[in-house]
């Protein structure tokens, strides 16, 4: 006897109309902000009750002259640098140690992740207080590290210093998450093959966890990147861009010069500025790097 056929829902092909409200919600809250500051770079506003007047290319003119500009944008690099260069390297080896199966290993990653857990605000609030020269713990400690005077905050160089070490502080957890994550992806087979061959630790580390690790890197390097170039709330509570301009980055001047000077056209102007270097800047770093080739490192398995 033929058993009867069940027959099973049709499942259809998702249509466009499943990313619809993707792209509206994009449309609504990236494209249309961005146009917005476009334009507004192109006028005169206080921000306040008047309404926009177009003054053509006033504000480019005067970004292109502006010495504070141009040291806000140096800042800016000297800034992603050096976070750059102290999260990746201490994020790196974090991650490739808490993927493994040490000792206590939990425990202490747990540990090392808790400043991803707090607020920039609350950290900044935090690190403010520790480094004030008559109350805080550079008081006592700073004579011991070179210090004397402990007002890091109050000279330039200590105080970009200070912004660059509690950025990175802060942020490595996050880096070390995704180094984590990588390495964890890495077959053990390597590292067995490479065990028998007598490889020890350390070339083990930069011939085989390193290259498998490149994709993360890149992929590390560009957020990090890109969020030092629009780093703003920690400059914000520490030192308020000071001494004096010393710390006073390009997203710190924008705020500055939007909602202190009240000069929205001109705010919008170096606003589009920092999008347009941003996104070059992390476009020219997956070009380069050939990340967008997107081949898996574990290719032929």
Known sequence: MKQAATSSPRVGRPGIAWAVPGVLFFVLFAVGPMLLVVYLSFTNWDGLGSFPSVSGTGNWERLWNDPTMRQAINLSLVLTAAS??????????????????????????????????????????????????????????GPWIGLEHGNVLGDGTTAMAAVAFVASWQFIPFHTLLYQGGARQIPKSFYEAASIDGASGIRQFFSITLPQLRNTIITSSVLMVVGALTFFDTVLILTEGGPGTDTTIVPYLMYETGFQAYDMGYASAIATTLVVVATAVSLVMVRVSGFTAMRSTREGM
Do not use: E, Y
């Open 84 to 141: 750059w260069l102290i999260q990746t390297p201490i994020a790196l080896l974090l991650g490739v140690w808490s993927a493994g199966r040490q000792k206590n290993r939990a425990v202490l990653s747990a540990i090392f992740f808790l400043p991803l857990l707090a607020s920039s605000v609350a950290l900044a609030l935090l690190w403010k207080s520790l480094l004030d020269p008559n109350f805080g713990l550079i008081a006592d400690i």
